[in-house]
């Protein structure tokens, strides 16, 4: 059989395989299967493209980068915590949109005729690539603690503008000039998306990187696409639509369950003391301990445990099941309520839960346990803020008003276990805290979590 023909088959299939490894990416249960499927599809698309003709004679350099960046790769992430995973992605992503844009450049810097779709094509698959390139290294930067605050001045968002029609209007220059540019013009395209990236992230505050990674994230897809178109290379381009598609889709869900659009978060200093006047809350906060939480929860009928990022720093996911076994196991019903962005990423908790062994079918999303909540005896917050705050529900001042949240202040007792009186991820203060019904449990979330399973053991 011809070799090219062999070829498209192996690529066909490869992009078969990132198909069904999303699909099962859908559910925790499958999702494990799905990223080896996937990872199968990529090793058969990468190791067949070692036969096509245009590879020759440099097996060796390719060889070198796949070894570096596998190691690399599998170092980190056999090492990476849980806490630190929205990172990580940040810089996977960001290495995605370079690799699109270094392709553009390759093929860019050959000055060889091209035709008028594939050469718009290369030339905003560079753009896009190098903007989520350049853009995700910031939030990498943010993230990870190398970068602290936001950067902001005035007139920001105009001088972003001019950046982005200057780079836009030399990328149409180029485009229409055939293949008769100048390589300084390519390289002042490049310098200016680069830069461009970089200024569009500066003023974005920590708090909303989860959802520019995701942006990033899609950018990175739709530039691999087009590289793919440019390059022939249908597993290229596959693997980039569905990258693409599927960071957008997430990119939507997380500005919906924060009920903000995206040129919101892009543009609006969020989380940094810019919003408007929120209501004060009223009352006090009441402390409770461990032991008397433990007699609540043992002579409950209905707990509902509502974790948060808290619960993923302190790491507290194993004492939770530990303890929820022990309520299983004298006839209380345990349930636990997800929001979809809870923690730092969506499907954060899930994860954390799905590794310490919590059933799935203990696990419920927002819409399917809200209306519960009022027939709950306890309902323990461990290390979730902002996904609680009834806030969000009552006070139209709230920068969190109109986001869904978790009706926790509906059920007949509430504990919230966190450290101190600090505020969560927006830094807005929590109404939930003050209400009757809520007792605050002191700590950090893993030792009380211990002190509950402790206290229970001796009931
Ligand atoms: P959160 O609002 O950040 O609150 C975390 C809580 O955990 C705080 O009250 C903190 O209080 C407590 N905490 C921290 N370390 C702890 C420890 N070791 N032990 C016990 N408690 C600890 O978290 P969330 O309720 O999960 O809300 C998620 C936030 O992230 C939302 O604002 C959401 O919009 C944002 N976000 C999420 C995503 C996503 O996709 N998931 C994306 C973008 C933005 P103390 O400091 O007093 O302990």
Redesign the pocket.
């Known amino acids: 059989m011809d070799m090219n023909l062999i070829i498209q088959i192996v690529y066909f299939i490869g992009a078969f395989l990132f198909i069904l490894g999303l699909k099962q990416m859908g559910s925790p249960i499958t999702a494990r299967r799905g990223i080896v499927w996937a990872g199968i599809g990529m090793v058969m698309a990468t190791l067949i493209t070692y036969f096509h003709h245009d590879v020759n004679q440099n097996y060796l350099w390719i060889t070198l980068a796949i070894a570096i960046g596998g190691v690399i790769a599998y170092v980190s992430g056999k090492k990476v915590a849980m806490t630190d995973m929205p990172q990580m992605i940040a810089l996977y992503n960001g290495m995605g949109g370079g690799a699109a844009a270094a392709i553009a450049a390759v093929e860019l810097i050959k000055l060889e005729p091209m035709s008028f779709v594939m050469q718009s094509l290369a030339v905003l698959g560079a753009l896009i690539g190098t903007v989520a390139f350049s853009g995700s290294l910031v939030a990498f930067a943010k993230l990870q603690g190398l970068m602290r605050g936001v950067i902001r001045f005035p007139m920001q968002q105009w001088v972003n503008a001019l950046v982005f029609v200057v780079v836009v209007t030399i990328g149409l220059a180029i485009i229409l000039s055939g293949n008769e540019y100048a390589l300084t013009t390519l390289t002042v395209f490049f310098v200016l998306a680069l830069i461009f990236g970089v200024m569009m992230t500066v003023p974005i505050g920590g708090?909303?990187?989860?959802?520019v990674i995701?942006l990033y994230n899609a950018l990175t897809g739709l530039a691999v696409g087009f590289e793919g178109y440019v390059l022939g290379n249908p597993a290229m381009m596959i693997a980039g639509i569905v990258v693409g598609s599927a960071g957008t889709l997430l990119t939507q869900l997380?500005a919906k369950?924060?009920n903000r659009p995206i040129s919101n978060v892009l543009f609006s200093n969020f989380?940094d003391g810019g919003g408007g006047e929120a209501a004060a809350a009223s009352g006090s906060m009441k402390e409770i301990d461990s032991t008397d939480v433990a007699v609540m929860m043992a002579f409950a009928e209905k707990v509902v445990i509502i974790?948060?990022?808290?619960?993923a720093?302190?790491q507290?996911q194993h004492k939770v099941w530990e303890m929820t076994k022990q309520l299983q196991e004298r006839g209380v019903t345990v349930k636990f309520a997800i929001?979809?962005?809870?923690?730092?990423?969506?499907g954060?908790?899930n994860v954390l839960l799905a590794e310490a062994g919590v059933p799935y079918d203990i696990i419920y999303d927002l819409d399917e346990i809200n209306d519960e909540f009022p027939t709950t005896d306890v309902v323990l917050v461990?290390?979730?803020?902002?996904?609680?705050?009834p806030a969000a529900r009552t006070d139209p001042n709230s920068p969190?008003y109109g986001?869904p949240i978790l009706n926790a202040d509906y059920a007949k007792n509430v504990i919230?276990?966190?450290?101190?009186?600090?505020?969560?991820?927006?830094g807005i203060e929590?109404h939930l805290f003050f209400a009757d019904n809520t007792r605050m449990l002191?700590?950090?979330?893993?030792a009380?979590a211990n002190d509950l399973v402790t206290s229970l053991k001796e009931l």
């Open positions: 708090a909303d990187m989860p959802v995701s997380m369950a924060m989380g974790p948060g990022y808290g619960m720093v302190a507290a929001h979809p962005v809870a923690g730092r990423m969506p954060h908790m461990i290390g979730a803020n902002d996904v609680v705050n969190i986001m919230v276990v966190k450290r101190g009186k600090g505020t969560g991820f927006s929590n002191y700590g950090d979330g893993q009380v």
